[in-house]
């Protein structure tokens, strides 16, 4: 039997079990309200689903109840405070090193959550991630490891990623920051990058689909020159870090997975000033442009509402949205 007859079988089978709370949107995607996936146990559908997921033949998107939405948007915001936190101190001369310190603690004691990405680990053959939050510097992509020997200076560019626990939920959001005075084309790439990022949140409403968000950001990007990362993605988020639907910044319209109210996810593109490939270096996790050009990314936490979305990662700077 071919392994399409078994996902069919599953699933028509499954989608009785779905009726009361779930729904089976067609035989690839199946959404499943977080409470319910909580009361399955093992051996049930959703290990069954999660089989399926592991040989790509369905993805399982969990949306999220009220109050849920209500933690997320905790989350969101204690994500968001730490950027306005660190933003007087990006500086030159100040090392990677000291803004992880200064999230780190603001990140534990003031707000009293936790920082996601420290000791994270992503899949079992690499280490965990050592540090608090990302800093990433120019030509790095993203997943920049914070170092007491990379010190800022004048004209570079950094990303930095904040993932803080609150509450059992997810907030996720990043940010391109100057160090001193950008150069003119330094500064258009992050410009054009944060708005990939706001025509993509623009795009979410119930009915969109997937692809129009990457179609939108690719097409935004490349018509500037630049081009969209392909490795790395937005994600489904909430009492998991990473969880389905991965949220890809390039691709066609009316494709892909349609969104539904109460799914959460990030959109976070990571765009190139020459080509888009990447490397990944020998620490495992530093992401950096195989040409070694710049790449700028901003990123953040998306709740889709009845007609459109929130922004749960947003800050007093942004008024946009
Ligand atoms: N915050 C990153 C994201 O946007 C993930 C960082 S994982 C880490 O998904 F381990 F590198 F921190
Ligand atoms: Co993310
Ligand atoms: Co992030």
Redesign the pocket.
């Known amino acids: 039997m071919s392994l399409g007859c078994c996902v069919s079988s599953y699933l028509s089978i499954n989608a009785i079990d779905f009726q009361c709370r779930g729904i089976v949107t067609n035989l690839r995607e199946v959404l499943v309200h977080q409470e319910l996936n909580e009361t399955l146990t093992t051996l049930t559908t959703v290990t069954i689903l999660a089989i399926l997921e592991s040989f790509h033949s369905v993805t399982v998107f969990t949306t999220l109840l009220p109050e849920e939405q209500e933690k997320m948007r905790a989350a969101g915001n204690a994500a968001a405070s730490v950027l306005d936190m660190i933003t007087p101190f990006v500086l030159p001369g100040v090392t990677t090193e000291d803004l992880n310190t200064r999230c780190h603690d603001y990140i534990t004691n003031d707000l009293q959550c936790i920082p996601a ?1 420290l000791h ?1 680990t ?1 899949s079992a053959d690499i280490p965990p ?1 050592p540090k608090s939050i ?1 800093t990433s510097v120019n030509q790095v992509v993203c ?1 920049g490891i914070p170092s007491p020997t990379k010190v800022l200076k004048d004209g570079d560019i950094v990303n930095i ?1 904040i ?1 803080v626990i609150k509450d059992g939920f997810h907030g ?1 959001t ?1 940010k391109m920051f100057f160090v001193g005075e950008p150069k003119p084309f330094a500064k258009r790439l992050v410009e054009i990058t944060q708005e990939c990022l706001y025509r993509g949140i623009r795009t979410v409403k119930p009915g969109a689909r997937l692809g129009d968000i990457g179609h939108t950001i690719q097409s935004f990007a490349e018509d500037k020159g630049y081009s969209v990362v392909r490795e790395f993605c937005g ?1 489904g988020i909430g009492k998991k870090f ?1 969880t389905a639907p991965q949220v890809v910044h390039y691709g066609r319209p009316d494709t892909g997975a349609s969104l539904i109210e109460g799914m959460a996810f ?1 959109i ?1 593109p990571m765009i190139n000033l020459g080509r888009r490939h990447v490397r990944i270096l020998s620490d495992q ?1 530093t992401v950096v442009t195989a040409d070694r050009k710049l790449s700028a990314q901003w ?1 953040h936490t998306i709740l889709v509402t009845s007609n459109g979305y929130e922004v749960l990662t947003l800050r007093d700077e942004e008024q946009f949205v």
């Open positions: 990405p994270y992503s991630f990302c997943h990623d993932t996720d990043s994600h990473h990030t976070e996790w990123e």
